[in-house]
T-cell receptor, first 118, second 109 residues
């Protein structure tokens, strides 16, 4: 199946700093990428939908100025957590949907990035 | 509103069969997914149904009834490694994904 690579897998940062997480589709072009957050023992929560070349659509309650999403190419989307605070500590996961006909809607997930803010 | 209902937790025995049910309510419908998620890992795609009926894929099968807003995931010949959370996810008319909270499946020897 298609591969989505997410980097970094683990990141620890100080409160007030910014952290960038990358999501790359390695062997296909992704017109749409999704960013999720998962707190311990809870389900995935969709944060935003990112379409290549346009602004991301954020879910209600997600601060777009805090969670900056850039989808500059068909193979790369980035999530930047700005001025991170301990409550932003979470597991962040991206997924991508491919281009082309026969789209079954199948999503391919990155490995996830665990952010710990001290 | 849009929502997904699935049991919080289920327990089954190694080698047995288990069925995880899911009901959904969405604005329009573009298919239903099942994902498996082991603790601390990203979800893994299991199945996608958009037409009524049963789709079989090895030990796992998924069923959909659009008129009833109902799906189930059937796991046969359970193995210890099947212990995980199983997420039911529906796509609405805009392909927005509505996630269930997941069913934690515990497999006992």
């Amino acid at each position: 199946g298609a591969v989505v690579s997410q980097h970094p897998s683990w990141v620890i940062c100080k409160s007030g700093t910014s952290v960038k997480i990358e999501c790359r589709s390695l062997d296909f072009q992704a017109t749409t990428m999704f960013w999720y957050r998962q707190f311990p023992k809870q389900s995935l929560m969709l944060m935003a939908t990112s379409n290549e070349g346009s602004k991301a659509t954020y879910e209600q309650g997600v601060e777009k100025d805090k969670f900056l999403i850039n989808h500059a190419s068909l193979t790369l989307s980035t999530l930047t957590v700005t001025s991170a605070h301990p409550e932003d500590s979470s597991f962040y996961i991206c997924s991508a949907r491919g281009v082309g006909g026969g789209d079954t809607g199948e999503l391919f997930f990155g490995e996830g990035s665990r952010l710990t803010v001290l | 509103g849009q929502n997904i209902d699935q049991p919080t937790e289920m327990t089954a025995t190694e080698g047995a069969i288990v069925q995880i049910n899911c009901t959904y309510q969405t604005s329009g419908f573009n298919g239903l997914f099942w994902y498996q998620q082991h603790a601390g890992e990203a979800p893994t795609f299991l199945s996608y149904n958009v037409l009524d009926g049963l789709e079989e894929k090895g030990r796992f099968s998924s069923f959909l009834s659009r008129s009833k807003g109902y799906s189930y995931l059937l796991l046969k010949e359970l193995q210890m490694k099947d212990s995980a959370s199983y997420l039911c996810v529906a796509a609405d008319s805009n392909y927005q994904l509505i996630w269930g909270a997941g069913t934690k499946l515990i497999i006992k020897p």
